[in-house]
């Protein structure tokens, strides 16, 4: 297996890199300077169809937490974001988009209440280690923060829960969507909790310790094989259908959480105070400029998107296709983009063009798909 990449100590093995080896991966990307697996099966649509059918296991060690402990712990996360974070409960998992005085999206992790005085982020690719260290110092807040030896394992598919149910017991299945619990393996107490990068249903091993990472992969893997049980990642099909966003693709620091349909996830009339507050209300008032959507195209199966794709409506470029491929269940090619407004409308028609110039017809859709 070559994966194209230069491997130095700049680019961080995982606690199961050698397992994702042995395993078979075809190809590696890197996420908060880590390896993260992009390929396994024959064909992405392959990966595709067994991820909606069986169970899959996932090296998502990209998640970094940024932990965050102390008398101000509540306060320093409220302040980085406009979501509502009052109501939180040890035990609860929230989707937080984190902004930055403009409004712009830092980054949106989910975050995790472990007790009042302590939290994690787990982060998808972007700096939040520093970010948060800096703005603690600014505030004088009382914390410590740092990167704890923490590595997900994911168990995405529709037969995750009988496959941990096997390996945990019963009460795995009481765990409700966004929440976690501690459950026993090798003597220790790890954190579990039913969310995933996926719709297809699943669980996300939060493993406390990387030196059980070979141990914890053979164990699912073990007690996975009568459930058909194979190594993947991230489906890009599968998470464009879903709905679900890649910062980095989807949306950046240009991006504010209203252009990102992340507006129920943002409270501007409450009582707390947060970064970029006075932007963000005054976007919601003039209305975004701006909408992520979905956008169906072109009937003939067409390359992945490495160059963002024009969106044109007319002769006008109304936006650009960040994510796309060919969906074996639309027969279509899907993808995301962000629409300006007035354009945005689902059953717009658009026309796509290519990376070769060639134009497709097409359509505005909502995500995700049923």
Same mark, same amino acid.
């Not at 472990?114 to 800096?134: E, M, P, Q």
């Not at 996830?265 to 909408?291: H, T």
């Given at each position: 297996?070559?994966?194209?990449?230069?491997?130095?100590?700049?680019?961080?093995?995982?606690?199961?890199?050698?397992?994702?080896?042995?395993?078979?991966?075809?190809?590696?990307?890197?996420?908060?300077?880590?390896?993260?697996?992009?390929?396994?099966?024959?064909?992405?649509?392959?990966?595709?169809?067994?991820?909606?059918?069986?169970?899959?296991?996932?090296?998502?060690?990209?998640?970094?937490?940024?932990?965050?402990?102390?008398?101000?712990?509540?306060?320093?996360?409220?302040?980085?974001?406009?979501?509502?974070?009052?109501?939180?409960?040890?035990?609860?998992?929230?989707?937080?988009?984190?902004?930055?005085?403009?409004?712009?999206?830092?980054?949106?992790?989910?975050?995790?209440?472990?007790?009042?005085?302590?939290?994690?982020?787990?982060?998808?690719?972007?700096?939040?280690?520093?970010?948060?260290?800096?703005?603690?110092?600014?505030?004088?807040?009382?914390?410590?923060?740092?990167?704890?030896?923490?590595?997900?394992?994911?168990?995405?598919?529709?037969?995750?829960?009988?496959?941990?149910?096997?390996?945990?017991?019963?009460?795995?299945?009481?765990?409700?969507?966004?929440?976690?619990?501690? *459950?026993?393996?090798?003597?220790?107490?790890?954190? %579990? &909790?039913?969310? @995933?990068?996926?719709? /297809?249903?699943?669980?996300?091993? +939060?493993?406390?310790?990387?030196?059980?990472?070979?141990?914890?992969?053979?164990?699912?893997?073990?007690?996975?094989?009568?459930?058909?049980?194979?190594?993947?990642?991230?489906?890009?099909?599968?998470?464009?259908?879903?709905?679900?966003?890649?910062?980095?693709?989807?949306?950046?620091?240009?991006?504010?959480?209203?252009?990102?349909?992340?507006?129920?996830?943002?409270?501007?009339?409450?009582?707390?105070? *947060?970064?970029?507050?006075?932007?963000?209300?005054? %976007? &919601?008032?003039? @209305?975004?400029?701006? /909408?992520?959507?979905?956008?169906? +195209?072109?009937?003939?199966?067409?390359?992945?998107?490495?160059?963002?794709?024009?969106?044109?409506?007319?002769?006008?470029?109304?936006?650009?296709?960040?994510?796309?491929?060919?969906?074996?269940?639309?027969?279509?090619?899907?993808?995301?983009?962000?629409?300006?407004?007035?354009?945005?409308?689902?059953?717009?028609?658009?026309?796509?063009?290519?990376?070769?110039?060639?134009?497709?017809?097409?359509?505005?859709?909502?995500?995700?798909?049923?």
């Amino acid at each position: 297996m070559s994966s194209g990449l230069l491997m130095t100590r700049r680019i961080r093995r995982t606690p199961y890199t050698a397992k994702v080896e042995a395993a078979g991966v075809r190809g590696f990307t890197v996420v908060n300077h880590m390896l993260l697996p992009k390929a396994f099966q024959p064909s992405l649509e392959d990966d595709y169809w067994h991820l909606r059918e069986h169970v899959q296991l996932w090296d998502v060690s990209t998640q970094r937490q940024v932990e965050i402990k102390g008398a101000d712990a509540a306060k320093l996360c409220q302040w980085m974001t406009p979501r509502n974070l009052s109501n939180a409960k040890p035990g609860d998992c929230l989707y937080v988009p984190l902004i930055d005085e403009n409004a712009g999206m830092v980054n949106d992790p989910v975050l995790l209440k472990l007790a009042n005085d302590h939290f994690w982020l787990s982060i998808a690719d972007s700096d939040v280690l520093l970010w948060t260290k800096g703005l603690a110092l600014g505030k004088g807040f009382e914390v410590s923060i740092g990167e704890p030896d923490v590595s997900p394992l994911a168990v995405q598919g529709p037969k995750a829960e009988n496959l941990l149910a096997t390996l945990f017991g019963e009460n795995i299945r009481k765990l409700r969507f966004f929440k976690f619990g501690w *459950f026993e393996f090798e003597g220790t107490k790890q954190l %579990i &909790a039913r969310s @995933g990068y996926s719709k /297809q249903g699943g669980f996300e091993i +939060y493993l406390n310790g990387s030196h059980l990472g070979e141990k914890l992969w053979d164990t699912v893997w073990d007690a996975g094989l009568e459930f058909n049980i194979r190594p993947g990642c991230p489906n890009l099909i599968e998470r464009i259908e879903a709905g679900l966003y890649s910062y980095g693709n989807e949306f950046t620091f240009d991006n504010n959480p209203l252009e990102c349909g992340l507006g129920t996830y943002c409270e501007l009339d409450g009582d707390f105070d *947060f970064i970029g507050k006075s932007a963000l209300k005054k %976007i &919601a008032d003039q @209305g975004p400029a701006r /909408q992520m959507r979905g956008v169906v +195209y072109g009937a003939e199966k067409l390359p992945g998107v490495a160059i963002p794709l024009s969106v044109l409506v007319e002769a006008k470029t109304v936006g650009q296709i960040t994510s796309g491929a060919w969906s074996p269940r639309l027969k279509r090619n899907i993808g995301t983009s962000m629409i300006d407004a007035g354009y945005w409308n689902v059953g717009q028609p658009v026309i796509v063009v290519d990376a070769a110039g060639q134009k497709h017809d097409g359509e505005v859709i909502k995500l995700p798909v049923s």
